[in-house]
Every structure is written in structure tokens, then in C-alpha cells.
């Protein structure tokens, strides 16, 4: 008969073992991002300038000079270091979601891992694909809106000027780009549940009225409080979710091809 203590420490050994593992595994995440941020940090001015594009843009056609101000010493010396740290963590999010993988592959089967390396090239490229959508669309539109409220002096009428803060744009264009990253990885998110037996395409169907609705509430939160902004991050929440119902449905027929294909052989 075997001793409870003896079970223990058997059991907890493992356990030490996987946490020895997940430290290491977090130790090379952690340095990757320090490595992307010092880059990163070199080239901060050239980054916050390409993610001034869409306010240049807009400032421009707008026949305004393009400015930007800081109203505190280190108020733009700051802004470098968080736009290095948003850089770093860009960069550096493959190497991350390789170290959680190779942290969690021992546990899965062959052909679940398999199933899941298409999810691991899939989420950056969405991710950028939707930051894409921020700086060459999203961005230029609602500058312009913010730029059509300026108001001329004169008159006895007081000049309305835009003078965007460093930091300020800075959090406006992080947090449209984190925003739109996460929509765009909602085909990655229900075609995994799907794998999973936890969603079906019927399913989705059902709550199409429903996830129409939260888009546009979601955007109205996210989103600068304009319509064109509000719009353009509804729309393509709500293609995304009709593509997925199409990913779902792949998932389902391949999954009953397979079950018909192993029912189809003889028993052993």
C-alpha cells in the first residue's frame, strides 16, 4: 500500500518542475522585450513619426500646419519610452507566444498541436492587419473629423485651433490599434473554441443579432466619438464575425470527415 506522503512529493516534483520551466520560459520572453525596446528606443522618433502619419495627413489637407506640442519637460522624453515599450511588445510578441507554446505543447497531442501552429501565425499577422486599418484608415478619418471642428476667429469670435499633445495622440493611437488588434483576432478566438467543441456555426447564427449589437457598443467605447470612427471599428467586427461563422463551419465539416473516416475503418 502506498504512503499518501510518498504520492505528495511524487506529485510535487513535476509540479516544481513545470514552474522551473514556465520561469525559464518568461525569463526568454522578458528578454526579447528588453532587446526590441533598446532597438526600439534608437529609433523612437522615427516610430512616433510614422504613427503621426494619419494627423499629418489630415492636418495637411486640411491646410493646416502640422504641429504637435508638450507642455511638460519630460513629457515627449516619456512618450519615447512608452512608444519603445509598444514597439518592444510588437516586436517581440512571436518570440512570446513561442515560449507559452513550447510551455504548453508537451501537454497536447500531435495532432492538436499540429491543429494549433496555423493560430500562432495567424494572430500577429490579424494584429497587424488591424493596426494597418488604424494608421492608413481609421486614424486619417478621425483626425479630419477633429480637424473640421476648429473654428476661425474673428469678429469678436474666439480661434478654436487643434495643438494635439505628444502624449495624448500617442494613447489615442495605442489605444485604437490595441482595439482593433483584438477584434481582428476574433476569427483566431471562436475557430479555436470551435476545435474545442465549445461553439458551433448554429450557434453563431443565433447570436448574430446580438454580437451586431455589442460591435457598435463596443465601438462607440472604443472608438474616438465620432461615426465615421464608430463605424469603421463595427463593420469590420461584424465581417469578421460572419467570416467566422465560415471558419466554423470548415471546422465542422473537416472534423465529421474525419469521424466518418475513423468510423469507416475496421476494428482491430
Request: net charge positive; hydrophobic share 55%.
Amino acid at each position: 500500500m502506498s504512503n499518501p506522503e510518498d504520492e505528495i512529493e511524487a506529485s510535487r516534483a513535476p509540479l516544481l518542475t513545470h514552474l522551473l520551466e514556465l520561469r525559464q520560459r518568461l525569463i526568454r520572453a522578458m528578454i526579447a522585450v528588453l532587446i526590441a525596446f533598446v532597438a526600439c528606443f534608437f529609433f523612437a522618433k522615427q516610430i512616433y513619426n510614422f504613427l503621426l502619419i494619419p494627423y499629418v495627413w489630415a492636418a495637411s489637407a486640411h491646410g493646416d500646419v502640422p504641429k504637435l506640442i508638450y507642455t511638460a519637460p519630460q513629457e515627449y522624453f516619456l512618450t519615447q519610452l512608452k512608444v519603445s515599450l509598444f514597439g518592444a511588445f510588437c516586436i517581440a510578441f512571436p518570440v512570446i507566444a513561442i515560449q507559452l507554446y513550447k510551455f504548453v505543447a508537451p501537454g497536447l497531442y500531435k495532432h492538436e498541436r499540429q491543429a494549433f501552429t496555423p493560430f500562432l501565425i495567424a494572430t500577429p499577422v490579424l494584429f497587424a492587419i488591424g493596426g494597418a486599418v488604424v494608421i492608413f484608415l481609421m486614424m486619417p478619418l478621425a483626425m479630419r473629423f477633429f480637424l473640421s471642428l476648429e473654428q476661425q476667429g474673428g469678429d469678436g469670435v474666439a480661434a478654436i485651433e487643434l495643438l494635439p499633445k505628444v502624449n495624448e495622440y500617442l494613447s489615442l493611437v495605442m489605444g485604437l490599434v490595441v482595439a482593433f488588434g483584438v477584434v481582428f483576432q476574433l476569427p483566431v478566438i471562436l475557430t479555436l473554441l470551435a476545435r474545442v467543441g465549445m461553439i458551433t456555426s448554429d450557434g453563431l447564427k443565433s447570436w448574430r443579432r446580438y454580437a451586431i449589437v455589442f460591435a457598435f457598443i463596443a465601438a462607440a467605447v472604443l472608438t474616438p466619438p465620432d461615426i465615421m470612427s464608430q463605424f469603421g471599428l463595427a463593420i469590420p467586427t461584424i465581417l469578421l464575425y460572419e467570416g467566422s461563422i465560415l471558419a466554423v463551419k470548415y471546422v465542422e465539416r473537416k472534423r465529421a470527415i474525419e469521424q466518418a473516416a475513423r468510423e469507416a475503418q475496421p476494428a482491430s
